[in-house]
C-alpha cells in the first residue's frame, strides 16, 4: 500500500470514525425500525404526526442509554454475542422510559402496544447484522493492516521499556511499534524490550520521510524539561501524532482521562462517579422505581406494619442516623425488627445470631428484607438510591474508617436499599475488619463502573439472591 492510500485509509477507519458512524447508524436503525414496524402493523398506512414524535423521543432516549451503557467502546465491535446481550436490556429500558413517559402524560392508550413491541424486535435485530457486518470489516481490515498505526517511541530509558511493555501487556493498543530512537549513541543497547533501537532523533526525521508513520511517543521523564521542548521542537516538522507519555505515576493511573483547565491538559485522577446524563438517569431510575415498588408492595407493608405493632410496644418504624452522600448524616427508615429500647450511639451493636434484642416478628422480616421496605421513603425523599452502597450507623462508620483506608470513598455516591456487595453475599454482620474490607472493595468497584445495565444486574440479582439471606440476623 503506497504511503498516500494509507494515509486515507486511516482517515476513514480509525475507531473514533469508526464508533461515530456506529452511533449515526444506530439511530437509524431504531427510526427505520419504527416507521417499518407500522407499516407492518397497520397495512402500509403512514404513520400519523404524534408517532413521528414517540419515534424521535426514542432515537434521542436510546442514544442516550446506548452512551451510558457503555456500548460503544472499540473492543466490544468484535463481540457480537457479547453486544446482543448489551442491546436487548438497554432496548428494554428504553422501553420502560416510553412507557413511563406515555403513562405521566396520560397518552399511553393513544400508541399501540403491539406497534411497540415490533419496534423493538426490528430494532435489536437490525442493530445485531449491523454488528455482524462491523464485525466482520474489522477482520478484514485487520488482515490488510487497515486498522493498525505505525509508531515510534522516543526514550530508550526506563520509562520507554515500561511503556512498551505496558503497550504490548494491554494488547498493542492497536498500534505496530517499529522501533526506538534515542541521542545516547553509546550509552544503551541496540534494542529494548526487543525493540531495536534505531538512531538518534536527527535519524528520525530522514526515518519518517522513507517509513510508514503515524505517532510518535515521547517516553522521557518529566524532569527533563529542556530536553522535552526541544524535542518537540525538533518533531513539528513531521506531519504526524505527537505524543507525551506519562511520567511514572501515570501508569498508576493507565486508564484515566485527560482533560483541559484553561488550556492546561489535565491528567484526572477521579471523576465525579454521576454527573449530567449519568446523574438525570440515576435520579429518574430511582424515583420511577420507588414508586412503583412502593405501589406494589403497600398492602404488604401494611400488613407488617400491622404485625408489629400487634406483637410488641414501640412504634412501627425504626430510625437511625447514617452516614450518607459526601458525608451527610441523614435519619434511615427501617420497619422495627428489636424491641424498643434506648441504645447509646457510640454503643449501636450489629445484629447478631440468636440476638435478644430481635422481636419474634423481626427476625423474618430481616431474613426476608422486608424490614428495608421503608427506606422507599429515603429514595423519594432523595437521601438514598435504589441501588448503592448500604449505608451504616453513624458509630460503625467512624470506627471501620479508622482502619480501612478507602472506607469513606463509599460516600461518593448516595447509599442504596441494594448493592453490588449485597448481591455477593457481604450483607448482615460483619464481624471482621475483613469482611468490612471486602464489602468497602465491591462498594468502590460499583462506584467506579456504575452503568445502568449495573444497575439493572443488581436488581435482577437482588430478585433472586438479595431478599432472603443467611447472613440477616
Given at each position: 500500500?503506497?504511503?498516500?492510500?494509507?494515509?486515507?485509509?486511516?482517515?476513514?477507519?480509525?475507531p473514533?470514525?469508526?464508533?461515530?458512524?456506529?452511533?449515526?447508524?444506530?439511530?437509524?436503525?431504531?427510526?427505520?425500525?419504527?416507521?417499518?414496524?407500522?407499516?407492518?402493523?397497520?397495512?402500509?398506512?403512514?404513520?400519523p404526526?404524534p408517532?413521528?414524535?414517540?419515534?424521535l423521543?426514542?432515537?434521542?432516549?436510546?442514544a442516550?442509554?446506548?452512551?451510558?451503557?457503555?456500548?460503544?467502546?472499540?473492543?466490544?465491535?468484535?463481540?457480537?454475542?457479547?453486544?446482543?446481550t448489551?442491546?436487548?436490556?438497554?432496548?428494554?429500558?428504553?422501553?420502560?422510559?416510553?412507557?413511563?413517559?406515555?403513562?405521566?402524560t396520560?397518552?399511553?392508550?393513544y400508541?399501540?402496544?403491539?406497534w411497540?413491541g415490533?419496534?423493538?424486535?426490528?430494532?435489536?435485530?437490525?442493530?445485531?447484522?449491523l454488528?455482524?457486518?462491523?464485525?466482520?470489516?474489522?477482520?478484514?481490515?485487520?488482515?490488510?493492516?487497515?486498522?493498525?498505526?505505525?509508531a515510534?517511541?522516543?526514550?530508550?530509558?526506563?520509562?520507554?521499556r515500561?511503556?512498551?511493555?505496558?503497550?504490548?501487556?494491554s494488547?498493542?493498543?492497536?498500534?505496530?511499534?517499529a522501533?526506538?530512537?534515542?541521542?545516547?549513541?553509546?550509552?544503551?543497547?541496540?534494542?529494548?524490550?526487543?525493540?531495536?533501537?534505531?538512531?538518534?532523533?536527527?535519524?528520525?526525521?530522514?526515518?519518517?520521510?522513507t517509513?510508514p508513520?503515524?505517532?510518535?511517543?515521547?517516553?522521557?521523564?518529566?524532569?527533563?524539561?529542556?530536553?522535552?521542548?526541544?524535542?518537540?521542537?525538533?518533531?513539528?516538522v513531521?506531519?504526524?501524532d505527537?505524543?507525551l507519555?506519562?511520567?511514572?505515576?501515570?501508569?498508576?493511573?493507565?486508564?484515566?482521562?485527560?482533560?483541559?483547565l484553561?488550556?492546561?491538559p489535565m491528567?484526572?485522577?477521579?471523576?465525579?462517579?454521576?454527573a449530567?446524563?449519568?446523574?438525570?438517569?440515576?435520579?429518574?431510575?430511582d424515583r420511577?422505581l420507588?414508586?412503583?415498588i412502593?405501589?406494589?408492595?403497600?398492602?404488604?407493608?401494611?400488613?407488617?406494619?400491622?404485625?408489629?405493632?400487634?406483637t410488641?410496644?414501640?412504634?412501627?418504624?425504626?430510625?437511625?442516623?447514617?452516614?450518607?452522600?459526601?458525608?451527610?448524616?441523614?435519619?434511615?427508615?427501617?420497619?422495627?425488627s428489636?424491641?424498643?429500647?434506648p441504645?447509646?450511639?457510640?454503643?449501636?451493636?450489629q445484629?447478631?445470631?440468636?440476638?435478644?434484642?430481635?422481636?419474634?416478628?423481626?427476625g423474618?422480616?430481616r431474613?426476608?428484607?422486608?424490614?428495608?421496605?421503608?427506606?422507599l421513603?429515603?429514595?423519594?425523599?432523595?437521601?438514598?438510591?435504589i441501588?448503592?452502597?448500604?449505608?451504616?450507623?453513624?458509630?460503625?462508620n467512624?470506627?471501620?474508617?479508622?482502619?480501612?483506608g478507602?472506607?469513606?470513598?463509599?460516600?461518593?455516591?448516595?447509599?442504596g436499599?441494594?448493592?453490588?456487595?449485597?448481591?455477593?453475599?457481604?450483607?448482615?454482620?460483619?464481624?471482621?475488619?475483613?469482611k468490612?474490607?471486602?464489602?468497602?472493595?465491591?462498594?468502590?468497584?460499583?462506584?467506579?463502573?456504575w452503568s445502568l445495565?449495573?444497575?439493572?444486574?443488581?436488581?435482577?440479582?437482588?430478585?433472586?439472591?438479595?431478599?432472603?439471606?443467611k447472613?440477616?440476623?
Amino acid at each position: 500500500m503506497s504511503r498516500q492510500s494509507f494515509g486515507k485509509a486511516m482517515i476513514k477507519r480509525t475507531p473514533a470514525v469508526i464508533l461515530g458512524l456506529l452511533r449515526v447508524a444506530d439511530a437509524a436503525i431504531i427510526f427505520l425500525s419504527a416507521i417499518a414496524a407500522y407499516f407492518i402493523r397497520h397495512d402500509w398506512e403512514p404513520p400519523p404526526e404524534p408517532y413521528y414524535l414517540a419515534m424521535l423521543i426514542g432515537v434521542g432516549l436510546s442514544a442516550q442509554v446506548f452512551h451510558m451503557g457503555r456500548l460503544y467502546s472499540f473492543r466490544l465491535l468484535d463481540q457480537v454475542v457479547k453486544q446482543l446481550t448489551l442491546i436487548v436490556p438497554m432496548l428494554v429500558v428504553v422501553a420502560a422510559l416510553l412507557i413511563a413517559l406515555a403513562f405521566f402524560t396520560k397518552d399511553a392508550e393513544y400508541y399501540s402496544r403491539a406497534w411497540a413491541g415490533l419496534w423493538l424486535t426490528l430494532g435489536a435485530f437490525g442493530m445485531l447484522i449491523l454488528r455482524v457486518y462491523v464485525a466482520l470489516k474489522l477482520r478484514k481490515w485487520r488482515r490488510k493492516g487497515e486498522l493498525t498505526r505505525n509508531a515510534v517511541v522516543v526514550g530508550a530509558g526506563d520509562q520507554g521499556r515500561r511503556l512498551i511493555e505496558h503497550i504490548r501487556a494491554s494488547g498493542g493498543g492497536g498500534l505496530q511499534l517499529a522501533g526506538i530512537f534515542d541521542d545516547r549513541k553509546t550509552r544503551i543497547p541496540r534494542e529494548i524490550a526487543g525493540l531495536p533501537v534505531l538512531g538518534t532523533t536527527a535519524d528520525l526525521l530522514e526515518w519518517a520521510r522513507t517509513n510508514p508513520l503515524d505517532l510518535i511517543i515521547l517516553a522521557l521523564p518529566w524532569t527533563a524539561e529542556a530536553r522535552l521542548t526541544q524535542l518537540m521542537n525538533e518533531l513539528r516538522v513531521v506531519p504526524v501524532d505527537v505524543q507525551l507519555a506519562p511520567d511514572h505515576i501515570g501508569f498508576r493511573l493507565y486508564d484515566r482521562g485527560v482533560t483541559h483547565l484553561a488550556g492546561v491538559p489535565m491528567l484526572t485522577v477521579f471523576e465525579k462517579p454521576l454527573a449530567g446524563w449519568s446523574y438525570l438517569i440515576k435520579s429518574i431510575e430511582d424515583r420511577v422505581l420507588a414508586a412503583l415498588i412502593l405501589l406494589v408492595f403497600s398492602p404488604v407493608m401494611l400488613m407488617v406494619a400491622a404485625i408489629i405493632k400487634l406483637t410488641s410496644p414501640g412504634p412501627v418504624l425504626f430510625k437511625q442516623k447514617r452516614y450518607g452522600f459526601n458525608n451527610n448524616v441523614f435519619e434511615v427508615y427501617k420497619f422495627r425488627s428489636m424491641h424498643d429500647r434506648p441504645v447509646e450511639a457510640a454503643r449501636v451493636a450489629q445484629a447478631t445470631r440468636g440476638d435478644p434484642r430481635i422481636t419474634p416478628i423481626g427476625g423474618f422480616i430481616r431474613r426476608t428484607s422486608l424490614d428495608e421496605l421503608p427506606q422507599l421513603l429515603n429514595v423519594l425523599k432523595g437521601d438514598m438510591s435504589i441501588v448503592g452502597p448500604r449505608p451504616h450507623a453513624v458509630a460503625h462508620n467512624e470506627e471501620y474508617s479508622k482502619i480501612i483506608g478507602q472506607y469513606y470513598g463509599r460516600h461518593r455516591v448516595k447509599p442504596g436499599i441494594t448493592g453490588w456487595a449485597q448481591v455477593h453475599g457481604y450483607r448482615g454482620e460483619t464481624d471482621t475488619p475483613d469482611k468490612m474490607e471486602k464489602r468497602v472493595q465491591y462498594d468502590l468497584y460499583y462506584i467506579d463502573h456504575w452503568s445502568l445495565l449495573l444497575d439493572l444486574k443488581i436488581l435482577v440479582m437482588t430478585a433472586f439472591v438479595g431478599f432472603v439471606n443467611k447472613n440477616a440476623y
